[in-house]
């Protein structure tokens, strides 16, 4: 038998009452305790640090609303609900590569161009005509993607972030034309602003959506731009070379062959290169006008020189545009374009 001692009782541990949750009720505006401190069943409560406040008339009736409201619009979220699932349903499934042509591109210069746009006003001008200019571009594709609710032909995508470019068009005719479309637009735009591109482009596989893209093919793509094409120039991965040619052959009405684009030339390397210094693309159909071709190359001769002296004493930028100087002179030599001197490249190197 336990027996407790007085010595047991006199230790013992004077334990505080735990203290009941207040509840407050709203009067006047203001919290008063209620005295019962007692939750009545029929009314709403929302927990505070300071206890339980008892909601009033006016908030029982706005609640009451609150749940109607919500319990009528069940099957809609019900719907909204099966179309979120439905939609993440045919995203997962539609990720999976594709076989597409994808371009990878930097624009030579823009690094520097946006650190020296700290204390220069015309070059933040210009980058934001490039940048505005590339935007419409990626708009223009997005647009046609939404015009026909289905791929475009060519299903171009298109995503542009700091100086880089990814470009990817469906592996036929179309989707070729529109990556030398592309090229054609960019090249243009950005010499206007004082940029070169350089990349590479190969065929393989892809995922590309909107901003989401990813795969060998884009892989590939950056080591053809980093690696390969060092000047500033497109080249074709090898693959390419005979697919892509020169150029379209131009076919007359009785079948036989009248003429050829001019859209990839042929370098010392092996790589074929996007012929930017012909005017459309390197067009057959505009090859014959040779106001177009002068107004380009008179552009390009000042260009040229001008970052020839600028560049002058930096051997790692220099013999890019000994390159471009060398490009140009040949496709000069080739258009028999008398009134436009040959860039001289002598004690450059």
Known sequence: MNVSSDKDDNNAVNLPKKEVYPIYIKVNGELVKKESG??????????????????????????????AKYAKEAPLRKKEEKKRRQEEEQFIDSLKYETKYVGFFDILGWSDAV????????MQKKLGLASSAM????????????LSGVNWPGDAQIIHFSDSLVVSTSSDYSGKSEIISTLSF?????????????????????????????????????E????NAIFPRVILDFDLTTEFGQGDRIIGKDGTEIGQDKTWRLSNDGFRFFDFLQPMGGSYNFSKNTNL????????????????????????????????????????????????????IENKK
Request: charged content about 30%; aromatic content about 10%; overall charge neutral.
């Open 186 to 222: 960019l090249s243009h735009v950005l010499l206007e602003h004082g940029f070169l591109l350089r990349g590479g482009i190969t065929k393989g596989e892809i995922y590309h959506k909107d901003s989401l893209v990813f795969g060998p093919a884009l892989n590939r793509a950056y």
């Open 135 to 146: 935007r419409s571009h990626t708009k223009m594709s997005e647009w046609k993607q939404q």
């Open 293 to 344: 071709l002068h107004s380009h190359l008179m552009r390009m001769h000042s260009f040229i020189n001008k970052y020839l002296v600028v560049y002058q004493e930096k051997p790692l930028i220099l013999p890019k545009y000994i390159w471009l100087a060398n490009y140009f002179n040949e496709v000069l030599k080739e258009s028999n374009i008398k009134d436009i001197e040959y860039i001289s």
């Open 38 to 67: 007692i939750r009545d069943p029929k009314r709403r409560y929302h927990a505070t640090s300071k206890g339980s406040i008892e909601y009033t008339d006016e908030e029982e009736l706005e609640r009451d609303k609150e749940e």
């Open 224 to 227: 053809l731009e980093s690696k």
């Open 115 to 122: 650190k020296n746009s700290m204390n220069d006003i015309e």
